[in-house]
């Protein structure tokens, strides 16, 4: 069982609709696992589920790694993610952004301002990138020309989507990996369950620590 590797900068996620936001979450918790830095999720698309964190996390003391904001406008999202390089920032382990272009595609931002606000955001993310040397993982609502901006600075591009073998990540260059979790009767599940038995995998091979037994790292 294993998740695709991020590298440094930016990567640019898009996810089927039907796995939702997990698929980026435990990305998110498998970073947590491999470093000693926090991770941060600014979040705008309404997806930043605390609830799910608490559930996918196979111990729930790297939840004190995780910080999660959200924004309300567009505004407020751009200011968010403009903070992520200031001086009472540590060094990340990964820094989410979910839903980036959904607030600027609301009515009340003119339309010139809101691309000049997107390009603003996404450079505020690439910094943070080059800034911290660490991962930065960014989803969007919606794949038109308004997000291309986010398209041209990603220097990583990877699908996720859902199949009968279990949820698939492609990346630009058509590689596939495929993660299936066997359910004993030729099936695989894609549910909660699944991405649980993932991340408990995961966090054995980064020697991390999981509910019921000892943890054999520094502690968190």
Not at 107 to 135: E, F
Request: charged fraction near 25%; hydrophobic fraction near 40%.
């Amino acid at each position: 069982m294993e998740l695709p590797e991020l590298d440094t900068g930016l990567t640019l996620v898009d996810v089927g609709s039907d796995l939702g936001v997990t698929p980026v979450q435990s990305l998110l918790l498998d970073r947590v696992f491999a470093g000693d830095g926090d991770a941060y999720w600014v979040d705008a698309a309404g997806t930043a589920q605390t609830t799910r964190l608490r559930e996918l996390a196979p111990d729930k003391r790297y939840l004190h790694r995780v910080h999660v904001a959200r924004g309300f406008t567009a505004y407020q999202q751009t200011s968010l993610l403009d903070r992520l390089t200031g001086d009472h920032v540590t060094t990340p382990s990964v820094v989410v952004a979910t839903g980036i272009d959904r607030l600027y595609r609301d009515t009340d931002v003119p339309t010139t301002r809101a691309q000049d606000l997107l390009v603003r955001a996404i450079a505020a993310l690439a910094r943070v990138g080059r800034v911290h040397d660490v991962p930065v993982v960014v989803t969007r609502s919606r794949a038109d020309e308004f997000t291309r901006p986010l398209v041209n600075a990603a220097q990583t591009y990877l699908q996720c989507e859902d199949t009968q073998f279990g949820p698939r990540f492609t990346d630009a260059a058509g590689d596939v990996e495929t993660l299936v979790y066997h359910l004993g009767d030729g099936w695989v599940q894609t549910t909660l369950a699944y991405w649980q038995e993932v991340l408990t995998h995961r966090a054995r091979m980064h020697d991390a620590s999981v509910v019921g037994e000892e943890a054999t790292s520094g502690g968190v």
